[in-house]
């Protein structure tokens, strides 16, 4: 089986299988509009049960929604150098993973999807579509993407994205974020999510001693003594970008969520969305 076929099965099987029952989508409830309580009757569906209220009054009551058209949603992945990278996977096939994940998700929800690779500027573009051939084709671009010796650029990809949507969308953006973002402008129009992807190594560099490094952004040789002293330094400054990073993203209302390479994508994807 392929690398996409894997993916693909993989995520399908996590939001049309795993994720039935009281959670059938990360976007449940997108897209409809609160607009009262009533009691339980028999046949509700017990996803709309709101529990606080429920405890309250001794008695199940539900959420009564009007629904509301479509959600626009909008997948944008960073494929710059540094994505090539990778010691359990790499984070570009991570990344093909959470679209796919996404993806699947929307389509599920009837909801129109279309998708994006941007590096210094938007290098591809797949129209909206409810179709799942739509998801097959994403995460397959991600996948055969070439990434080395390209950069990023997030204010073009937030300047391309807010003159291409005219209509107010969803738009879920992934990348490693290894720059600060101004997406104010962005997140005023559209409501704006980020998918932070990292490998633990990155954050956690081992001891190496004296060694030489690519750039995959750049190709360039990066030589020097990667010892206690400097890896502990190296770690206090992503340490110290990231906290940046996030107060950036709470100043501008734009939630956020990190996944690595090793760890269970879907837990985190879910964590991100509950409750939205």
Known sequence: MSKLQKILVRARRQVFSEMVGNNPSIFQGEGYDFIELREYMPGDDIRHIDWNITAKLQKPYIKIFREERELNVVVASMLNGSVYFGSKRFKQDVIAEVTALLSFSVIKNGDLLSTYIFTEKMESHLKPSKKLYQVHKSVDEILNFDPLNKKADYKAMAE?????????????????????????????????????????????????????????????????????????????????????????????????????????????????????
């Open 160 to 276: 391309t994205l807010f003159k291409r949507l005219r209509r107010k969308s969803l738009i879920i953006i992934v990348g490693d974020f290894f720059e600060i973002p101004d997406f104010k402008l962005l997140a005023k129009k559209h409501e704006v999510i980020v998918v932070i992807v990292r490998d633990r190594l990155e954050e956690q560099p081992p001891e190496m001693g004296f060694t030489s490094l690519v750039d995959p952004e750049s190709g360039n040789v990066l030589e020097g003594d990667f010892n206690k002293s400097t890896v502990k330094e190296y770690a206090k400054k992503v340490m110290v970008h990231d906290r940046k990073l996030y107060e950036t993203f709470r100043k501008h209302q734009i939630r956020f969520t990190k996944v690595y390479t090793d760890g269970a994508i879907g837990v985190g994807l879910r964590r991100l969305f509950e409750g939205r």
